[in-house]
């Protein structure tokens, strides 16, 4: 579909002066050359080699006066060091706190399935809560019924056969893991329904970001990647318990278009596409609306391990035995053969920026509710506003470039609970460096009340540590700074207006006052320790990546690479409930 792109001054001036900067002498590319011609015909090569070379360690750090000054351009880079005069020289092993409660803490293997990211559901069964926190083949159920006396109720884990998910065990048939979900109450089934994706996966071996080993210069591990078995889709499952005993499969689907049958695929063997990406936006209802690339065609993003570039699908979900697809959107340039609409993208050739969806559509308010409209995050592709109210036609109305932010997620999520009250969106992508080796992730407030003009009018406030803490920057603190999520719309409760929590690596939890839109503050805060005895040293940096919020509760919980923490605080999120909820999670609440 075509999709309506606005022309806004701002949009136009950015695209200019990032062609500039990529095109620059000092911006140092590396030169293509016949050995890193990429014979796959799903591999960008649109525009000329234009890959950002290493920042020069003279043009950022501390200036004078205290502050970070970033670098502006860096290529992907997430496995060295970058170490500036001022940085500490060990990681940091105390904590900071403002106007927040530790109510309780839980270190170890068992609360961090994952040391750099995981997902989050609560259920209710028999007048007791469940968290579910897990990543793949690491899987935990807690009991959190009593926030102060968290127990273990399942585990779930590959450790056995060394990770390798071709191989089945106890827990998981070969092939088969926990992927993002969604889990909602579906009346019909007067029962939890689960919606669990199915994706590539990120961590690799066949390709690396480095030039001569990337997507484009190792064509042999482009084709290994393809010929991986796996389902790509998602998977639908019936909850009547917490533990996976408790769950009944409903339906497998294939979000591959190759396939004949989307409902009856082979997950032992390769299917094309990305699968459905991160948490499936679901409540329970009709729609559903999944990012995905549903072939190889959709090809279009410069990432040098990525090989999809992700539009949006929206499915009937009337019988969870039996989704059906309603219809498929993407921007123009995301797919081979859209060369002309790609190579206006001053990203074009850079060999860096995600482009594409990393999560799914993000909605104030349900199509089944009256709902009209929808957000979309794609990374270099900028902010797009969708039409959903028919969700078989998905259409665009607006759209907004934002300012480049090479490397890094440049765009990523987006909060919308704020909308309906305020007209404001909060749009941010996250850091992939540690020492902040990249550009700064701004969290943008977005003006959407004319949802075909969009337009930034602000931004929060960036975090700064106390002073006790003896530097002035989270840049010197080490590891990765910058904004993660604001959780998800699975949060039980109903999302208390004007506040917003991101989990923002090594500066913790920030909670920002957006009452007052035109004057958002930081209001509250938790940074952790850096690390605690089981956390190896290479996750040293990847600190707070996650905050999860029982708002019907008051308690947030906060996730971390060495445990999990238990936050309350009463003049953000209230009085909190320690002990039993007064009424079970069934639904999203919006």
């Keep these: 579909m075509r999709s309506l792109r606005t022309t806004a001054a701002l949009a136009t001036a950015v695209a200019v002066a990032t062609v500039a900067t990529l095109l620059a002498p000092g911006a140092t590319a590396t030169t293509a050359s016949p050995t890193t011609t990429a014979k796959d015909p799903h591999i960008p090569d649109v525009c000329e080699d234009r890959r950002p070379g290493p920042a020069d360690p003279g043009a950022y750090g501390v200036q004078l006066d205290g502050t970070f000054r970033h670098p502006a351009l860096t290529p992907v880079d997430e496995e060295h060091e970058h170490s500036f005069p001022g940085r500490n020289e060990n990681y940091d092993t105390r904590s900071y706190i403002k106007n927040m409660k530790v109510e309780a803490a839980y270190e170890g293997a068992d609360f961090t399935p994952d040391f750099f990211h995981t997902w989050q559901n609560v259920v209710d069964f028999d007048g007791r809560r469940y968290l579910f926190q897990y990543d793949r083949s690491e899987g935990r159920v807690y009991d959190i019924t009593d926030v102060k006396k968290v127990s273990v109720v399942e585990k779930m884990s590959r450790s056995d056969v060394g990770g390798d998910e071709t191989k089945a065990n106890a827990s998981w048939a070969a092939n088969d893991y926990w992927g993002a979900s969604t889990i909602q109450w579906n009346k019909k089934l007067g029962a939890y329904v689960m919606v669990q994706s199915f994706e590539d996966k990120r961590q690799i071996s066949e390709l690396t970001d480095e030039p001569g080993h990337d ?31 408790d769950w009944e499969l409903l339906s497998t689907v294939s979000t591959d278009s190759t396939q004949r049958d989307p409902l009856s695929s082979d997950p032992n063997t390769a299917q094309q596409g990305s699968g459905s990406l991160d948490v499936p936006y679901w409540t329970g209802e009709k729609y559903m609306f999944i990012a995905t690339a549903p072939n190889d065609t959709y090809s279009g993003t410069e990432y040098p391990t990525n090989l999809h570039s992700a539009g949006y699908q929206s499915w009937d979900m009337s019988d969870p035995a039996h989704p059906k697809l309603l219809d498929t959107w993407h921007l123009p340039g995301q797919r081979t053969g859209e060369d002309a609409a790609y190579r206006t993208n001053p990203r074009c050739g850079n060999r860096t920026s995600w482009m594409g969806a990393r999560m799914p559509l993000f909605i104030p308010k349900p199509v089944e509710q009256g709902g009209r409209y929808a957000f979309a995050a794609m990374g270099g592709y900028g902010l797009t506003v969708l039409d959903i109210s028919d969700p078989a036609d998905m259409k665009s109305v ?130 952790p320790k850096a690390y605690g005895p089981e956390t190896p040293d290479y996750a040293y940096g990847n600190q707070t990546h996650g ?14 690479n060495h445990g999990i923490y238990a936050l309350s605080s009463q003049k953000v999120l209230g009085q909190p409930r320690l002990t039993r909820p007064e009424k079970p999670f069934r639904n999203s609440e919006f």
């Design 398 to 527: 607006g759209h907004l470039d934002l300012p480049p932010s090479v490397s890094g997620t440049e765009g990523d999520n987006i909060d919308v609970s704020q909308y309906e009250r305020t007209g404001l969106i909060y749009y941010s992508g996250y850091p992939l460096t540690e020492d902040c080796y990249e550009p700064y992730k701004d969290v943008y407030q977005i003006d959407a009340k004319d949802p075909k003009h969009p337009r930034v009018v602000g931004t929060l406030p960036r975090p700064t540590p106390p002073k006790a803490a003896g530097f002035q920057d989270f840049c010197q603190r080490r590891g990765s700074f910058g904004p993660k999520r604001t959780g998800y719309y699975t949060n039980p409760g109903q999302h208390d207006a004007g506040v917003l929590g991101y989990g923002f690596y090594n500066a913790g939890v920030q909670f920002f006052d957006v009452k007052n839109p035109a004057r958002p503050e930081i209001e509250a805060y938790f940074v």
């Design 547 to 560: 905050v999860y919020v029982e708002w019907d509760r008051n308690i947030a919980w906060v996730l971390t």
């Design 215 to 245: 997507k484009y210069g190792n064509p042999a591990g482009v084709e290994k990647l393809r010929g991986k078995p796996g389902l790509k889709g998602f998977k639908v499952f019936r909850l009547d318990g917490p533990r996976k005993k």
